[in-house]
């Protein structure tokens, strides 16, 4: 089998995680749950060290496939306390960054996949669920428009704080949310939520025109 065919089974096996771990859960079985984990893990052999440690799940991720992302409410709030206590502000206090590069990591969908060298551009991709700038016309829906963010929210304190934490961990706020957790995960660096804060916040960013 070359290259190009063992990543594109292991693609096509990595979309299908979910589906392998509900199946697994679902049938109470221990043993298919760690053949579908084997099958995953054996598709990505050749891949870095950096991506082969991406499929081994924390505890938040695992307890999402067990309840397929709809767990009990008592569940819920234990997991979304527990990704609460993960936030990190940054040690300046400064939570906002410059639109302008914020603007780019939102357009940037580069980064952390199979094929990307580690150590590559990262970006957050924002446009491929969210609705944003609009001169951006091609963008996702699976997330909530975030067009005039800021203009219709405001800019407090408290919101400024929120929108950082939402985006650093998700999950803190809706657990098993669709959305990366891009600090807790080491996605995106300080620095670019910092600015990706700015972008929805800032009075001059495009997002609030």
């Known amino acids: 089998m070359n290259t190009i065919h063992a990543r594109a089974l292991a693609a096509c096996a990595l979309m299908l995680t979910g589906v392998a771990a509900a199946h697994a859960e679902s049938a ?8 579908a ?35 009990p409410a008592k569940v819920r709030q234990k997991l979304e ?34 094929s990307d060298a580690p150590g590559g551009p990262v ?12 001169k951006e016309i091609a963008f996702g829906t699976l997330g909530p428009s975030l067009y005039q963010y800021g203009k219709l929210r405001g800019n407090s304190e408290a919101l400024v704080r929120y929108t950082y934490s939402k985006i650093y961990n998700s999950q803190a706020y809706a657990a098993c949310s669709n959305m990366p957790r891009f600090g807790h995960q080491g996605i995106l660096s300080e620095q670019q939520i910092r600015d990706v804060v700015a972008f929805l916040l800032d009075p001059e960013s495009p997002v609030n025109q």
């Not at 109470?28 to 053949?35: C, D, L, V």
């Not at 084997?38 to 496939?65: H, N, Y």
């Not at 639109?99 to 780019?104: I, L, T």
């Open 123 to 134: 970006g957050g991709n924002c446009y491929a669920c969210h609705q944003m700038a609009p």
């Open 81 to 114: 306390k527990a990704q609460l206590a993960t936030l990190v502000y940054p040690a300046s206090g400064k939570l906002t960054g410059d639109w302008r590069e914020g603007e780019r990591v939102a357009q940037e969908g580069r980064g952390l996949q199979f």
């Open 28 to 35: 109470s079985t221990a043993t298919e749950r760690a053949a």
């Open 37 to 71: 984990l084997a099958v995953i893990k054996a598709g990505f052999a050749d891949a870095s060290p950096e991506w082969t440690a991406r499929l081994k799940q924390d505890e938040a991720q695992a307890v999402c496939s067990q309840y397929r992302n709809e767990p």
